[in-house]
């Protein structure tokens, strides 16, 4: 089982990036993809996540409004369209497997390796 997080970079406040998780060795049309992330200094939070069953998404409250998570499961990929993005987005982003959409990393059994968003001016 592997996924790989790509598609960071550094923007300036109010700009745009997707990130893209893509994953291998297991059926993703199975599966939750969770996005977490960690800035300096700061314990990994929460993002979003998108169930298996009808790819219902969820937000923290953080980036709702300014997120959208989405899949395609022909591709085996996963997205994470970030707009409005603010300094405070700045951090490592990690996409995650799991059953289910929750909130808590504990309950991912598979992560990928991170990568990095940088919002500044």
């Known amino acids: 089982v592997q996924l790989q997080a790509s598609g960071g970079g550094l923007v300036q406040p109010g700009g745009s990036l997707r990130l893209s998780c893509a994953t291998s060795?297991?059926?993703?049309?199975?599966?939750?993809i969770g996005w977490f992330r960690q800035a300096p200094g700061k314990e990994r939070e929460w993002v979003s996540c998108?169930?298996?069953?009808?790819?219902?998404?969820y937000y923290a409250d953080s980036v709702k409004g300014r997120f959208t998570i989405s899949r395609d499961n022909a591709k085996n990929t996963v997205y994470l369209q970030m707009n409005s993005l603010k300094p405070e987005d700045t951090a490592v982003y990690y996409c995650?497997?799991?059953?289910?959409?929750?909130?808590?990393?504990?309950?991912?059994?598979?992560w990928g390796q991170g990568t990095l968003v940088t919002v500044s001016s």
């Open positions: 998108i169930s298996s069953s009808d790819a219902s998404t």
């Open positions: 995650a497997e799991s059953f289910h959409c929750v909130v808590v990393m504990d309950d991912y059994d598979y």
């Open positions: 060795g297991f059926t993703l049309d199975y599966y939750a």
